[in-house]
């Protein structure tokens, strides 16, 4: 069994700031890419930022710029640092992840969701 936790959405003004964290827990062997996903209402989910094991990023070209994507490998955890809000950032934020249960079995996993929304 494998359970994303995710934390740290919020409200905030536009041009404010904040850190979500997820961290992935239960039998697990490893983790590769590790993500951020949104979904605001009415509206597809889609990426935001992901980032593999070994450290490469790649990011949604509306957050270039403004997030920054990182991970602890030790502690199986990713994190997102969202800079320069704007409303349009507003959505229900989901991490994801390629779990490694054993040597030759994998399942990509996803988290609850945490909400942010940015006032104008």
């Known amino acids: 069994q494998v359970q994303l936790v995710e934390s740290g959405g919020g409200l905030v003004q536009a041009g404010g700031s904040l850190r979500l964290s997820c961290a992935a827990s239960?039998?697990?062997?490893?983790?590769?890419?590790m993500g951020w996903y949104r979904q605001a209402p009415g509206k597809q989910r889609e990426l935001v930022a992901t980032?593999?094991?070994?450290?490469?990023?790649n990011y949604a070209d509306s957050v270039k710029g403004r997030f920054s994507i990182s991970r602890d490998n030790a502690r199986n955890t990713v994190y997102l640092q969202m800079n320069s809000l704007k409303p349009e950032d507003t959505a229900v934020y989901y991490c994801n992840a390629d779990v490694f249960l054993s040597i030759i079995r994998s399942r990509n996993s996803w988290g609850q969701g945490t909400q942010v929304t940015v006032t104008s």
């Open positions: 980032v593999t094991s070994g450290g490469s990023t």
């Open positions: 239960g039998s697990i062997f490893g983790v590769s890419t």
